[in-house]
């Protein structure tokens, strides 16, 4: 709980950081421009946070600075840190390289297993629901993969480790951000309140 | 001259069983006081172990080395385990030290072919060496050897352990196969010749080198034979009458070449150190080899009828990672604590982690509206008493870990009334509820000024907060509960 809450106050402070950076550089913004700068700068205090130790957290800031609107941000926000994000996205661009090969032939591979598999699935009738029980699971951690940011590069049982990671730290990204909308939303009622009997 | 010393040597160690059983007679348990090899109850797996070690320990590094390890079964396992794959490479490494007591034998079985005694044997080989090879990996409590690889062979995992590291010292060996079965029928005969005596007095200084050879054999034998193990159980005590019968014949023969080798025996103790010596300086070499597999086969043990080959090995250690963090996933996310079966436990997973990303967005969505200007007077706000407020109540946590994920707008219900702050407590429900139920399609301020209306008629009046607005007509039940709770308060 100890860590938890220090984990909160750090992302906090980060995400402010990043706010301010953005309202600073840009005035006019229509809604959902705000609403996409709020969320890639918490999206960015989430990952530095994890000191971009995790692979989520990498994955994050690769995306976040494939956009070149992002970079000002990003380099403000993680400051001496930005050599980790070259280091992240470089990470990725290998992984992505060497695992888009890897799907492919595994793509040719169940295509011309196809045959193979049904006609055993006839055969053996108890082997047909561990099949579809397979399927299933294969199905889940595909959506998983997807899910997770940089999931599709990572293996079942890493691919668990950082979905554990990465939903304890959407869980401290929601729950300050529950807290500062809260609290904005609190100040702007306190202000109408003032405001009313007037 | 040296060499063919050597082999003399080794051949004598190899029959020095035979010796041995005329030496007992003679010296009694004097030499096993000195040895410090005395075990009177041999069932006990500790002094077996020990008998053992130290056992392997003299053939390894020197011949009178004390057995007074009062080491755990683990340690005593890995040692031994450590010393048969070193004895097993330095058998391929140097084929002529002591150490090699098969190795050697083979070679010695070719050189002074006067010196194998199982020739006589080997029309009968082929039934009874089953039949031994059963027999032998099981615990008979008056042998030495075999007593102290009871133990051994009750451990899960040493079997294949052992038939890996007798994978290693047989590189080669394979095509000698009528070698491997005069030996074979070498530590059949030592065995039946010990079961003949069947006394304490099987321990004397040739009875540890001796072992070198058995062990050998074992390895080999359950390589050469893998089955024999499982098969032959209720063959044993039949077809070792038969070797005791066969032996006496064969043991008046033997006794003389005993006698003829028995000049060899002094310069038993130059070639033991040698051997040992050079099986020391051939250790450290070959540690490093079965130190990296051991890593893997330690931790992990096959239970019976599980596969024992590395990659399904690995296999099993990688599931068991999975499952164990899908353990931690599973108090992790709530809901989930009473889901069995992999694949609903990940559905479970992936709704909580989109619905959390979802949260993200709404929350972030959220924001810009309450704030056009993008210029959150920050400092106003952490300064502000609402903030500490709100922090404070973040540690108790909105997901207690038995809110369903689902039911998103309970999580405040849940959360929310054992809390001080009721005050602010209504606006931000509604402002959960309505921004859910109803999404984009509204134009967000609205439910801003419902907020901000609901909250400013909170200070007045309860009923009319409740019956007052249209908003909240979906949720009146829960609304008043709450009033109905801080009422109580």
Same mark, same amino acid.
């Given at each position: 709980m100890q860590n938890n809450s220090l984990r909160k106050k750090e992302f906090m @402070?980060?995400?402010?950081? @990043?706010?301010?950076?953005?309202?600073?550089?840009?005035?006019?913004?229509?809604?959902?421009?705000?609403?996409?700068?709020?969320?890639i700068t918490s999206d960015i205090a989430m990952a530095s946070t994890r000191k971009a130790g995790t692979f989520w957290s990498q994955a994050l800031l690769a995306n976040a600075s494939n956009d070149d609107s992002n970079k000002t941000i990003l380099e403000h926000m993680l400051g001496t840190n930005s050599k980790i994000v070259e280091r992240a996205s470089t990470t990725l661009l290998g992984?992505?390289?060497?695992?888009?090969?890897?799907?492919?032939?595994?793509?040719?591979?169940?295509?011309?297993?196809?045959?193979?598999?049904?006609?055993?699935?006839?055969?053996?009738?108890?082997l047909a629901c561990c099949v579809i029980a397979k399927k299933l699971m294969k199905k889940r951690t595909q959506v998983l993969k997807n899910l997770v940011p940089g999931g599709k590069y990572l293996k079942k049982d890493s691919l668990i480790r950082e979905t554990l990671d990465y939903i304890a730290s959407l869980r401290v990204q929601v729950d300050v951000m529950r807290s500062l909308a809260y609290a904005t939303e609190h100040l702007h009622c306190q202000q109408s309140l003032v405001v009313k009997p007037q | 001259m040296e060499r063919e010393n050597m082999f003399m040597n080794e051949t004598n160690n190899f029959l020095l069983p035979y010796s041995m059983a005329m030496q007992n007679e003679q010296h009694g348990t004097s030499q096993q006081l000195q040895d410090c090899f005395l075990n009177p109850i041999w069932d006990n797996s500790v002094d077996q172990n020990d008998a053992f070690e130290s056992a *392997?320990?003299?053939? +390894?590094?020197?011949?009178?080395?004390?057995?007074?390890?009062?080491?755990?079964?683990?340690?005593?396992?890995?040692?031994?385990?450590?010393?048969l794959g070193s004895i097993n490479n330095s058998c391929e490494v140097s084929p002529h030290s002591y150490m090699n007591g098969k190795n050697s034998t083979n070679n010695s079985c070719y050189s002074t072919p006067l010196n194998s005694p199982p020739k006589l044997n080997l029309a009968m080989m082929d039934h009874q060496i089953r039949g031994n090879l059963g027999s032998l990996p099981f615990p008979r409590s008056h042998l030495n050897v075999h007593a102290s690889l009871g133990p051994m062979e009750t451990e899960p995992g040493f079997a294949e352990r052992a038939a890996r590291y007798s994978c290693f010292g047989n590189n080669g060996l394979n095509d000698i196969n009528g070698h491997q079965r005069m030996n074979v029928e070498e530590t059949k005969d030592v065995l039946s010749l010990q079961e003949e005596k069947s006394s304490l007095s099987d321990q004397n200084p040739g009875g540890k080198y001796v072992m070198n050879g058995k062990n050998d054999g074992n390895l080999?034998?359950?390589?050469? +034979? $893998?089955?024999?193990?499982?098969?032959?159980?209720?063959?044993?005590?039949?077809?070792?009458?038969?070797?005791? /019968?066969?032996?006496?014949?064969?043991?008046?023969?033997?006794?003389?070449?005993?006698?003829?080798?028995?000049?060899?025996?002094?310069?038993? *103790?130059k070639g033991d150190k040698n051997g040992s010596e050079n099986g020391n300086n051939k250790e450290n070499?070959?540690? #490093?080899? $079965?130190?990296?597999?051991?890593?893997?086969?330690?931790? +992990?043990? /096959?239970?019976?009828? #599980?596969?024992?080959?590395?990659?399904? *090995?690995?296999?099993?250690?990688?599931?068991e990672k999975i499952s164990q963090r899908m353990k931690f996933l599973q108090d992790l996310v709530p809901g989930c604590n009473k889901v069995t079966g992999k694949a609903v436990m990940l559905d479970e997973i992936i709704n909580y982690v989109q619905s959390l990303q979802r949260q993200v967005e709404f929350l972030s969505m959220k924001l810009a509206t309450i704030n056009p200007q993008m210029d959150v007077d920050i400092e106003a706000l952490l300064s502000s008493k609402d903030m500490l407020q709100a922090r404070g109540s973040l540690p108790s946590g909105p997901y207690s870990s038995d809110n369903l994920v689902s039911a998103f707008p309970f999580h405040f219900q849940c959360q929310q009334v054992p809390n001080e702050a009721e005050m602010p407590l209504l606006p931000r *429900?509604?402002? /959960?509820?309505?921004?859910?139920?109803?999404?984009?399609?509204? $134009?967000?301020?609205?439910?801003?000024?419902?907020?901000?209306?609901?909250?400013?008629?909170?200070?007045?009046?309860?009923?009319?907060? +409740?019956?007052?607005?249209?908003?909240t007509h979906n949720f009146e039940s829960l609304i008043t509960t709450e009033a109905q709770m801080k009422a109580e308060q």
């Open positions: @402070g980060k995400w402010l950081k @990043g706010l301010q950076k953005y309202n600073s550089s840009s005035k006019d913004m229509n809604f959902l421009e705000r609403k996409k700068a709020i969320k992984l992505a390289n060497n695992n888009s090969k890897k799907i492919r032939s595994k793509k040719i591979l169940k295509k011309s297993c196809m045959a193979k598999r049904v006609k055993r699935i006839d055969s053996h009738v108890g | *392997l320990s003299s053939m +390894v590094s020197s011949p009178v080395t004390s057995n007074a390890n009062a080491s755990g079964d683990n340690i005593v396992l890995k040692e031994l385990i450590g010393r080999r034998k359950r390589k050469s +034979v $893998p089955k024999g193990k499982g098969k032959n159980v209720p063959l044993t005590t039949s077809s070792e009458e038969a070797n005791a /019968a066969a032996e006496k014949n064969e043991l008046s023969a033997k006794r003389s070449k005993t006698d003829d080798n028995e000049n060899g025996k002094d310069g038993e *103790l070499k070959s540690d #490093q080899k $079965p130190s990296e597999p051991l890593k893997d086969y330690i931790h +992990v043990r /096959a239970r019976r009828g #599980q596969a024992t080959d590395a990659h399904s *090995l690995a296999e099993r250690v990688r599931r *429900l509604m402002d /959960a509820t309505t921004g859910r139920s109803q999404s984009m399609e509204v $134009p967000f301020g609205h439910y801003n000024e419902a907020a901000t209306q609901a909250s400013s008629v909170w200070g007045d009046d309860l009923q009319s907060v +409740v019956f007052g607005q249209n908003e």
